[in-house]
């Protein structure tokens, strides 16, 4: 199916690259609700909506973690958090995403160990069986 060109749907690439005055993370203090802030991501979805919730909810000083796509077409996600007071929500985001880029480094290292010994072990039956 081809879209039209007068189409109001976003092209792919737009869905992905930041524009030139963009930025991919903004905070904005909750003036509301003390030790809260809602964080703006450019250009993310679910995947690591989600991901950020659930890491952020496992850390003792985060009392509330949430997240919402404000519109399908377009996307960007907004991710609250607040926090005990103990630390700043900025802080326990960003340790959120290092804890999320340890794990998923140690995922990668265990998935490509895990990978070459099968394939050794799939060569020694291939050379057993010739």
Avoid at 89 to 113: H, I, M, Q
Wanted: charged content about 30%; overall charge neutral; hydrophobic content about 35%.
């Amino acid at each position: 199916m081809r879209i039209p060109a007068e189409s109001n749907v976003p092209t792919r690439f737009e869905l992905f690259l930041l524009g030139d005055d963009e930025k991919k993370v903004t905070e904005v203090p909750d003036t509301r609700i003390a030790s809260s802030s809602l964080f703006t991501f450019n250009k993310e979805d679910h995947t690591l909506g989600n991901l950020l919730r659930s890491r952020l909810l496992q850390s003792s000083h985060v009392t509330f973690a949430g997240y919402r796509i404000p519109h399908p077409l377009f996307s960007k996600f907004e991710l609250r958090v607040q926090t005990d007071g103990e630390i700043t929500p900025r802080a326990a985001l960003v340790t959120a995403c290092r804890d999320l880029v340890n794990d998923l480094g140690t995922l990668s290292r265990e998935f490509t160990k895990e990978w070459e010994l099968r394939k050794m072990a799939g060569e020694g039956t291939n050379a057993v069986e010739k």
